[in-house]
């Protein structure tokens, strides 16, 4: 079974750690790494620039220093893997038989209002934005704060959506308050996407979409990916994939097999997961199967969904 997933956190990660972890993107003690990529039969993975706006003085550049991490991972191990920007490349890396790069920004403050920014992202590579992480900025409001769920999307935030789309970039409502989701469903012209989150019927998180938004998300074409986080799973101390597939289920019969993709969060949740990196996930295949779900089903969540969104989106 081939693998789209499109969350992680690694780059971010690896950005930030010392030489002990000098093996990088290629081999590393981390929940992704090429090996384990391989493993996983990937045919692409999202890596997401992530930036606590709290924790840093200059949103801007500490995204600019992971996307340097980011091209120099890939110019080192460019006989496994590239960047890719739109269908044409993706489909260039499969015939090449290298996994596919897509690189994404979890913050969209770091743009720090001003669409130029957007654009000068766009040319560097981005080619997915999460408009909000877990603080309001100029864009919108996150849903981690109880008194920001019903405010949307600031004027800004609109010509955000608009421009994207013109770009050819997935919008990305994952954090995003939600109000700010119903903005999205509304001013933008193509299927946009929640990367990383659950279905809030079975675990009442702020970050997991509601049935309404699971049905509106559907209605728009778009995907969400199930996030392998124990919190927006349920109870259990560990990230169990038997509540992984009750999720699944959940949002299948709600929005349909179309709207469910895969969006691990590895590298940015705690690591008590019955599926250890992202070289184990022939475990949620088989759980799946053991829950009658279909080759067909399977192949849908885990490539043919988000293959279809990016041909609409990314050109």
């Not at 930030?16 to 093996?23: R, V």
């Not at 493993?39 to 692409?44: F, I, R």
């Not at 997935?170 to 996407?193: E, M, T």
Request: charged share 20%; glycine share 6%.
């Amino acid at each position: 079974m081939k693998l789209i997933d499109l969350h992680c956190d690694t780059i971010s990660v690896l950005y930030k750690l010392t030489q002990a972890h000098a093996g990088g993107l290629k081999a590393n003690n981390l929940h992704v790494d090429l090996q384990k990529l391989a493993k996983a039969n990937s045919l692409a993975q999202f890596f997401a620039m992530y930036i606590n706006l709290e924790a840093t003085e200059n949103p801007l550049e500490d995204c600019l220093g992971m996307i340097d991490c980011f091209y120099r991972e890939i110019e080192k191990n460019q006989d496994l893997i590239q960047i890719a920007t739109c269908m044409q490349e993706f489909e260039l890396n499969q015939k090449s038989n290298k996994i596919t790069a897509f690189l994404t920004i979890e913050e969209g403050g770091v743009i720090h209002g001003k669409l130029s920014n957007l654009r000068m992202f766009h040319r560097l590579g981005v080619r997915l934005m999460t408009l909000t992480w877990n603080y309001p900025n100029e864009i919108g409001y996150p849903n981690c704060l109880p008194e920001c769920q019903h405010q949307g999307l600031t004027p800004f935030g609109q010509e955000v959506v608009a421009e994207m789309n013109r770009l050819n970039m997935l919008i990305d409502v994952s954090h995003l308050s939600d109000q700010g989701f119903y903005d999205v469903a509304q001013y933008s012209a193509k299927p946009f996407v929640a990367s990383h989150s659950n279905a809030r019927a079975i675990t009442a998180h702020p970050r997991n979409l509601d049935d309404a938004m699971i049905k509106t998300l559907a209605e728009k074409g778009g995907v969400m990916g199930i996030n392998f986080a124990n919190s927006f799973l349920g109870t259990s101390p560990i990230s169990r994939v038997e509540d992984i597939v009750q999720h699944i289920k959940h949002i299948r019969n709600t929005g349909g097999i179309d709207v469910l993709a895969l969006g691990s969060d590895f590298d940015g949740i705690e690591p008590n997961l019955e599926i250890a990196n992202i070289g184990e996930i022939d475990k949620l295949v088989q759980a799946l199967m053991q829950h009658s779900f279909r080759e067909e089903e399977i192949e849908k969540i885990f490539t043919k969904n988000i293959m279809r969104v990016m041909r609409e989106c990314l050109g």
